[in-house]
């Protein structure tokens, strides 16, 4: 059941991801105006007391993404590394204040050739705009405060996008931006390395039981796989974003969520590959049921219980140390209520850790 339900994590982690910006809009509570026939969404962005800032949405004909912002040190800091590579229009205003996250080779050039847009832009950042980005279908312009009612803003922005929307050199090909399908690839394996993981911590969580012979050999294994896993994909996150201007910003929050993430999914995907594609016969290993314990527990959530069967192994295999102490599921320990005998299947496992198929009793 684990497993149906950390590969149904991965999945909706993985549609939150694409549909994050469509559910966010649906949830945010927008207005709407209407400036010289073109519908404008409102969105405040608010603390307990007051309006933290205020985000300005239109549609936009002009499949490509791009995202200007101020210049950062950080910006700066990747573009030093190599890791960042900013198209620069000519404009030194332009250019020294703001920079340009895109790879569109037609935004590029309308940004180079019309230096009326580069002035509407300016005027929004020198206005402290937090941000002016499109995702393809939306321009959303983003400022401090709340500048809801301010209708010069509203007016320039239907400007620009009037401005974009009749540029009939701006049609976009599938190759214009490359960064949009890498970027989906990598941020769609990211969130559902982040969804298995999260999957993986609930089940340690609510279904305490031993499913390996050796669960802290196990766990160190994985710990050490998933340490592998996660330098081998910040590599290849590096060697495919590596040269673009938005790629830096995708490495950071590749870095950030696998690091915290991978461990964790490290050891679930050694215990669920060990388990879920172990096709060998079992050993069979019979035991004397020697007590049965079952302990209760404490926590700010309320109670629950533990169980353990404790055994006398006569004559188990050789080179398979099976503990004396199991703790399982009330299930099997229902099952060994009026037992003295266990016959338990142990599978060997596909990675060679050893774990519990099945428990019967007599």
């Given at each position: 059941?684990?497993?149906?339900?950390?590969?149904?994590?991965?999945?909706?982690?993985?549609?939150?991801?694409?549909?994050?910006?469509?559910?966010?809009?649906?949830?945010?509570?927008?207005?709407?105006s209407i400036v010289a026939g073109n519908k404008i969404y409102i969105i405040k962005h608010r603390s307990k007391s007051s309006v933290l800032a205020t985000s300005f949405i239109v549609d936009l004909?002009?499949?490509?993404?791009?995202?200007?912002?101020?210049?950062?040190?950080?910006?700066?800091?990747?573009?030093?590394?190599?890791?960042?590579?900013?198209?620069?229009?000519?404009?030194?205003?332009?250019?020294?204040?703001?920079?340009?996250?895109?790879?569109?080779?037609?935004?590029?050039?309308?940004?180079?050739?019309?230096?009326?847009?580069?002035?509407?832009?300016?005027?929004?950042?020198?206005?402290?705009?937090?941000?002016?980005?499109?995702?393809?279908?939306?321009?959303?312009?983003?400022?401090?405060?709340?500048?809801?009612?301010?209708?010069?803003?509203?007016?320039?922005?239907?400007?620009?996008?009037?401005?974009?929307?009749?540029?009939?050199?701006?049609?976009?090909?599938?190759?214009?931006?490359?960064?949009?399908?890498?970027?989906?690839?990598?941020?769609?394996?990211?969130?559902?390395?982040?969804?298995?993981?999260?999957?993986?911590?609930?089940?340690?969580?609510?279904?305490?039981?031993?499913?390996?012979?050796?669960?802290?050999?196990?766990?160190?294994?994985?710990?050490?796989?998933?340490?592998?896993?996660?330098?081998?994909?910040?590599?290849?996150?590096?060697?495919?974003?590596?040269?673009?201007?938005?790629?830096?910003?995708?490495?950071?929050?590749?870095?950030?969520?696998?690091?915290?993430?991978?461990?964790?999914?490290?050891?679930?995907?050694?215990?669920?590959?060990?388990?879920?594609?172990?096709?060998?016969?079992?050993?069979?290993?019979?035991?004397?049921?020697?007590?049965?314990?079952?302990?209760?527990?404490?926590?700010?959530?309320?109670?629950?219980?533990?169980?353990?069967?404790?055994?006398?192994?006569?004559?188990?295999?050789?080179?398979?140390?099976?503990?004396?102490?199991?703790?399982?599921?009330?299930?099997?320990?229902?099952?060994?209520?009026?037992?003295?005998?266990?016959?338990?299947?142990?599978?060997?496992?596909?990675?060679?850790?050893?774990?519990?198929?099945?428990?019967?009793?007599?």
């Amino acid at each position: 059941m684990w497993i149906l339900f950390k590969l149904i994590a991965i999945g909706l982690s993985a549609l939150a991801r694409i549909f994050s910006k469509q559910i966010f809009l649906s949830l945010s509570g927008k207005q709407e105006s209407i400036v010289a026939g073109n519908k404008i969404y409102i969105i405040k962005h608010r603390s307990k007391s007051s309006v933290l800032a205020t985000s300005f949405i239109v549609d936009l004909a002009f499949p490509a993404q791009f995202k200007l912002t101020n210049e950062v040190g950080s910006d700066s800091f990747f573009k030093n590394l190599g890791l960042a590579k900013e198209f620069q229009t000519g404009d030194p205003e332009f250019d020294d204040l703001i920079y340009i996250a895109s790879d569109s080779k037609s935004f590029f050039r309308k940004l180079t050739g019309d230096p009326t847009l580069r002035k509407t832009i300016l005027k929004f950042f020198v206005s402290d705009a937090i941000h002016l980005k499109s995702d393809g279908r939306q321009l959303i312009l983003k400022l401090p405060g709340d500048c809801s009612q301010n209708q010069e803003i509203k007016n320039e922005l239907i400007a620009l996008k009037d401005s974009i929307n009749r540029d009939r050199t701006l049609r976009v090909g599938f190759l214009d931006d490359p960064f949009v399908w890498k970027a989906f690839i990598t941020e769609t394996l990211v969130w559902s390395f982040f969804g298995y993981a999260s999957a993986g911590f609930m089940e340690w969580s609510f279904n305490r039981q031993d499913y390996h012979l050796d669960g802290m050999y196990l766990f160190q294994q994985g710990i050490i796989f998933g340490l592998l896993c996660l330098v081998f994909f910040f590599l290849v996150v590096i060697l495919v974003f590596r040269g673009s201007s938005r790629g830096h910003r995708i490495i950071i929050e590749s870095a950030l969520l696998i690091g915290l993430c991978m461990p964790i999914a490290g050891v679930n995907m050694l215990s669920d590959l060990n388990i879920n594609l172990d096709s060998q016969p079992s050993i069979i290993v019979h035991g004397q049921i020697i007590n049965k314990e079952k302990r209760e527990h404490r926590s700010k959530n309320g109670r629950y219980y533990t169980y353990y069967l404790y055994f006398n192994f006569d004559g188990a295999p050789s080179g398979l140390n099976v503990p004396k102490c199991i703790q399982v599921d009330p299930d099997v320990f229902n099952s060994a209520s009026q037992a003295s005998i266990a016959k338990i299947e142990v599978g060997p496992g596909f990675m060679g850790h050893p774990w519990y198929r099945s428990f019967s009793f007599d």
